[in-house]
C-alpha cells in the first residue's frame, strides 16, 4: 500500500487554522466509517456547520445521521452542506447541557462522535453526556471524543510550551499558547473548560466503556469508549 500523505486542513474548514486538525479529523472520520456502514445510525454531538459530518460521509455515504447543535443558523449551513450527500439527516437543535429535553432518534448508534464540543460544557455536563451516549450505543459501538485536553500538572508546562513551538514550527501555524501556567488557567473561563485527560478514562469506565486514547497531539486528544459487542 503507498504511503499516506498528510492531511492538510482544506479551505473551507471553518476551523482551519488549528495546525493538527485535518490529520486527527481524519483519523476519526476513518474510525467512525470503520463502525458504521449502509443503514447505521450515527450521532454527532455539536455538529455545527457539519464539516466533521461531511468527512465522514465521503466514507460512509449510506449512513442515517443525526446531528445536534445549540445554534440554528450553524444547523442550517449543515443542512445545506450535506443535502444529498446522505441517505437520512435528522438535525435537531438541543443543548448537551439538557439531556432529558433534547429530542433525538433512541438509537441504537453505531457511532457517536463528538468534535471540539465538549471544553463547551462543565465538566459535570460532559460525564453525564459520556453516560447518555453509552446507553444509545449499539453493541460494538463506539463513543469518539476529540477534544482539547486541560494541562493540570504546572512542572509540565514547560515541557507543553516546547511542544507548542515545535508544533508552530513544523505546520507553520499555532496551537493555543500561554506564557506562563498562571496565564494558561486564567484563560479558562466558560466557552474554554477541556477536561483533565484522566477524567476522561474514569468517566467512560464508569459509563460502562472501554476507554482509550487512540491519538493525542499537542493538548488536543481522540479518545474512544466501546461497547462490548453482543454477547461479549
Ligand atoms: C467549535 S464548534 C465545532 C463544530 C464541529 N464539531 C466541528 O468540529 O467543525 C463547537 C460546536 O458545539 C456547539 N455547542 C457548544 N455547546 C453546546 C451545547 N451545550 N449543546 C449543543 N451544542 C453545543 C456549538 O454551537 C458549535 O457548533
Given at each position: 500500500?503507498?504511503?499516506?500523505?498528510?492531511?492538510?486542513?482544506?479551505?473551507?474548514?471553518?476551523?482551519?487554522?488549528?495546525?493538527?486538525?485535518?490529520?486527527?479529523?481524519?483519523?476519526?472520520?476513518?474510525?467512525?466509517?470503520?463502525?458504521?456502514?449502509?443503514?447505521?445510525?450515527?450521532?454527532?454531538?455539536?455538529?455545527?456547520?457539519?464539516?466533521?459530518?461531511?468527512?465522514?460521509?465521503?466514507?460512509?455515504?449510506?449512513?442515517?445521521?443525526?446531528?445536534?447543535?445549540?445554534?440554528?443558523?450553524?444547523?442550517?449551513?449543515?443542512?445545506?452542506?450535506?443535502?444529498?450527500?446522505?441517505?437520512?439527516?435528522?438535525?435537531?437543535?438541543?443543548?448537551?447541557?439538557?439531556?432529558?429535553?433534547?429530542?433525538?432518534?433512541e438509537?441504537?448508534?453505531?457511532?457517536?462522535?463528538?468534535?471540539?464540543?465538549?471544553?463547551?460544557?462543565?465538566?459535570?455536563?460532559?460525564?453525564?453526556?459520556?453516560?447518555?451516549?453509552?446507553?444509545?450505543?449499539?453493541?460494538?459501538?463506539?463513543?469518539?471524543?476529540?477534544?482539547?485536553?486541560?494541562?493540570?500538572?504546572?512542572?509540565?508546562?514547560?515541557l507543553?510550551?516546547?511542544?507548542?513551538?515545535?508544533?508552530?514550527?513544523?505546520?507553520?501555524?499555532?496551537?493555543?499558547?500561554?506564557?506562563?501556567?498562571?496565564?494558561?488557567?486564567?484563560?479558562?473561563?466558560?466557552?474554554?473548560?477541556?477536561?483533565?485527560?484522566?477524567?476522561?478514562?474514569?468517566?467512560?469506565?464508569?459509563?460502562?466503556?472501554?476507554?482509550?486514547?487512540?491519538?493525542?497531539?499537542?493538548?488536543?486528544?481522540?479518545?474512544a469508549?466501546m461497547?462490548?459487542?453482543?454477547?461479549?
Amino acid at each position: 500500500m503507498p504511503p499516506l500523505a498528510m492531511p492538510r486542513n482544506p479551505p473551507e474548514d471553518p476551523i482551519k487554522s488549528h495546525p493538527t486538525r485535518a490529520e486527527q479529523l481524519d483519523i476519526l472520520a476513518d474510525l467512525v466509517a470503520d463502525r458504521a456502514g449502509a443503514g447505521d445510525h450515527v450521532l454527532d454531538l455539536g455538529i455545527g456547520t457539519g464539516y466533521v459530518a461531511g468527512l465522514i460521509l465521503d466514507r460512509a455515504p449510506g449512513i442515517d445521521l443525526t446531528g445536534i447543535d445549540l445554534k440554528a443558523e450553524s444547523l442550517d449551513a449543515a443542512r445545506t452542506a450535506l443535502a444529498g450527500r446522505v441517505k437520512s439527516l435528522d438535525l435537531v437543535e438541543g443543548n448537551l447541557e439538557n439531556l432529558g429535553d433534547l429530542a433525538v432518534p433512541e438509537g441504537p448508534y453505531r457511532a457517536i462522535y463528538t468534535v471540539l464540543t465538549f471544553h463547551d460544557l462543565p465538566d459535570e455536563a460532559k460525564a453525564a453526556v459520556i453516560r447518555w451516549s453509552a446507553e444509545r450505543l449499539a453493541p460494538g459501538g463506539a463513543l469518539l471524543i476529540l477534544d482539547r485536553i486541560r494541562l493540570h500538572r504546572p512542572a509540565l508546562f514547560p515541557l507543553q510550551v516546547a511542544l507548542w513551538n515545535r508544533i508552530e514550527r513544523v505546520y507553520g501555524s499555532a496551537m493555543r499558547s500561554a506564557p506562563d501556567f498562571d496565564s494558561y488557567l486564567a484563560d479558562m473561563g466558560e466557552r474554554n473548560r477541556p477536561a483533565r485527560f484522566e477524567d476522561y478514562f474514569e468517566w467512560l469506565e464508569d459509563a460502562g466503556l472501554a476507554p482509550g486514547c487512540l491519538h493525542l497531539h499537542g493538548n488536543i486528544a481522540l479518545f474512544a469508549g466501546m461497547r462490548a459487542p453482543a454477547g461479549g
